[in-house]
């Protein structure tokens, strides 16, 4: 079997197309790389979602915590400090084991016991609770000058928020930001060891990869290949978030120093 | 009973794990440090690869890994004339002098050697982190602090001992904090590795129980264990938390950073 072949049956095995049984002995590098990288669609999946909705909701808890109402602050701090405090793995074993015994009461719930969204559900929690304090702590480290500027001008309320809070917020705490994106993209690795049920073999990345380490008996190969994508997926993160940032802070003088072009040096 | 001491094997995991990996971190930044490019590229490698792979892939790839390593050691040393080569399609064949532990010790050896593959697996990885903790450490000293050394007549090596190292902690600690914090949180991992912990008795103690094979028939108690489960390690996170704040002001004594200086004009 070619490998263009190959990689027709199972560039979209996770989602349920293509052929339907795995490959059973003698697996190429071809297949391997195929079917792995086929997982990471999964991931992404799990790793973007969570990111979106998790910044909104990350900008919501920074500011709950930093509000002097207490009826807002009280939990937000609490929610941030359990999610924060206790491992990514137990939130997912402990999820699901809530969410198995909660479709048992309301059996709408039925969805929430499966990865695309139970598992999407607790990454998602988890980086909001990250994130909202990495953002709180940006929140607080606001220059002073700023908002006494927005206030002399007249400038308050939601309009204050919009224009001046909330874009100095995101400048403040995107290096870390980007730091907590990379961790939540290598949390995705963990689901498939969650308990969440992978159903017709169709799995993400590290269930693939530790399937062929299992039949082989060879972690030399579905493993690096595995971090190879993993590394790739890390790469594409800090440009993309390095291109954000850099657009965060275009307003601000720029550290490179411009130099007289060559024709000007020329003729000095 | 099984289930209270594997409480004790992840506190002992992480008594050991810690210095360990803060060993490899040592020796890592001043690999990456060395003047001799060789070394150095190895330390920035190290650092760089681990980093950017999702943990549990590593945990996966390197106890099977490591493992199969110290098989075909111990095998080339006590076989040398073994004709049949060791990778027979999908197995991995050593002779049975080479097996590791020997199948015929007793229990205890073979949970010792998987615990302890999974100690190195641990340190290797968080040994990645902190050296990068460290090597910024070693870099935010004060270059003043080192021509003074030098002016005094220091070898490259006592300064380096004698003033670098005392001082880089300090610099060093939000880090090795934030490090610590993370080690704690990947210890449920083990159960991955093989060995019996927290996890694995939680899923075990948890599962439905029907009449017929147990005294104590119950339902699904899953959620309340690994709802244990996050208390402890929310305890144990916020203990850390404050040992590592006492710390702190403990180590800027007399340092020339902000904290220190705060120190001593309160102290006058």
């Given at each position: 079997m070619s490998c263009a072949q190959t990689i027709q049956d199972y560039a979209l095995r996770s989602i349920g197309y293509g052929e339907r049984l795995l490959p059973r002995e003698d697996y190429t590098l071809c297949e391997q790389f195929t079917l792995i990288g086929s997982g990471m669609i999964w991931n992404v999946y799990y790793g973007l979602v969570a990111l979106l909705f998790g910044f909104f909701a990350a900008t919501g808890l920074a500011m709950a915590k930093n509000s002097t109402n207490s009826w807002l602050r009280k939990p937000a701090e609490f929610f941030i400090y359990v999610f924060r405090g206790s491992p990514l793995f137990i939130q997912f074993f402990f999820a699901y084991a809530v969410f198995l015994s909660l479709k048992q009461s309301f059996p709408i719930l039925q969805p929430l016991t499966s990865a695309w969204l139970g598992a999407t559900l607790v990454l998602f929690f988890n980086t909001a609770a990250y994130s909202a304090e990495i953002f709180y702590g940006a929140l607080r480290s606001i220059p002073k000058g700023d908002l006494e500027a927005a206030d002399a001008y007249g400038i308050t309320g939601w309009n204050r928020f919009k224009r001046i809070t909330w874009p100095t917020m995101l400048r403040l705490a995107w290096p870390s930001y980007t730091n907590e994106a990379i961790f939540l993209f290598h949390g995705t690795a963990l689901v498939s060891f969650s308990s969440f049920p992978v159903r017709?073999?169709?799995?993400d990345a590290l269930y693939y990869a530790s399937y062929f380490a299992d039949k082989t008996f060879n972690p030399f190969i579905p493993y690096p290949i595995l971090a190879f994508y993993f590394i790739l997926l890390t790469l594409m993160v800090i440009t993309v978030y390095g291109m954000i940032g850099k657009r965060l802070n275009r307003h601000l003088p720029q550290a490179t120093i411009r130099r007289p072009s060559f024709m000007r040096t020329l003729f000095r | 009973m099984a289930f209270y001491s594997s409480f004790a094997t992840v506190l002992v995991l992480l008594a050991i794990t810690a210095p360990v990996a803060l060993l490899f971190g040592f020796a890592g930044a001043t690999a990456a440090r060395s003047r001799f490019l060789p070394l150095s590229l190895l330390g920035k490698g190290y650092t760089a690869i681990v980093r950017g792979v999702p943990d549990i892939v590593f945990f996966m790839f390197f106890v099977i890994a490591l493992d199969q390593a110290f098989e075909y050691l111990r095998h080339k040393a006590k076989c040398p004339d073994w004709s049949e080569p060791i990778r027979q399609g999908n197995d991995f064949v050593v002779c049975a002098q080479a097996k590791l532990p020997l199948s015929t010790s007793p229990q205890w050896v073979h949970e010792t050697y998987g615990f302890s593959l999974a100690v190195l697996t641990f340190a290797i990885v968080f040994g990645a982190f902190a050296a990068n903790v460290l090597f910024g450490a070693m870099k935010a000293v004060p270059r003043a602090q080192l021509e003074t050394a030098e002016a005094y007549g220091m070898s490259h090596r006592q300064t380096f001992w004698r003033i670098l190292v005392p001082q880089m902690w300090v610099y060093a600690l939000p880090g090795l904090s934030n490090l610590w914090m993370i080690l704690i949180k990947a210890t449920p991992l083990l159960f991955l590795l093989g060995v019996e912990d927290i996890v694995y008795w939680a899923r075990e103690l948890g599962a439905t129980k029907s009449p017929k094979f147990s005294d104590y028939p119950h339902g699904n108690w899953h959620a309340y264990y690994f709802f244990g489960l996050l208390v402890f390690y929310l305890m144990l996170t916020s203990v850390s938390e404050r040992v590592f704040k006492r710390i702190t002001v403990r180590l800027s004594h007399g340092q020339a950073t902000a904290a220190g200086e705060a120190q001593r004009k309160a102290a006058q």
């Open positions: 017709g073999q169709k799995g | -």
